[in-house]
């Protein structure tokens, strides 16, 4: 599966962004879907989850309850919601897909090219 992840840009603290990440090759919607984050100079981490059926998902504490993961199916896509984004949210996100809960990049098949995403204070 080929993914291309876009949507990203500059915005002020406080602001919103939503990324999307389009797939296009095998079967989309018997993958999991993720979102994980790559800040200059750190490793790359976890943000967001979501489960084929898109049921289930899980984020990561530092974004619980300002950013939403959520999937099309029909489309083939999966976006990221983020709300009240601040300055530690800035990194290159990347959308990644797997066979599972794709929690940790160790769980991850799949990945996109990144998006910048920088939040100024």
């Known amino acids: 599966v080929q993914l291309q992840a876009f949507g990203g840009g500059l915005v002020q603290a406080g602001g919103s962004l939503r990324l999307s990440c389009a797939a296009s090759?095998?079967?989309?919607?018997?993958?999991?879907m993720g979102w994980f984050r790559q800040a200059p100079g750190k490793e790359r981490e976890f943000v967001a989850a979501i489960s084929w059926r898109g049921g289930r998902t899980h984020y990561a504490d530092s974004v619980k309850g300002r950013f939403t993961i959520s999937r099309d199916n029909a489309k083939n896509t999966v976006y990221l919601q983020m709300n009240s984004l601040k300055p530690e949210d800035t990194a290159v996100y990347y959308c990644a897909a797997g066979l599972s809960l794709v929690v940790h990049t160790s769980l991850v098949g799949y990945w996109g090219q990144g998006t910048q995403v920088t939040v100024s204070s």
């Open positions: 090759g095998r079967a989309f919607s018997s993958y999991a």
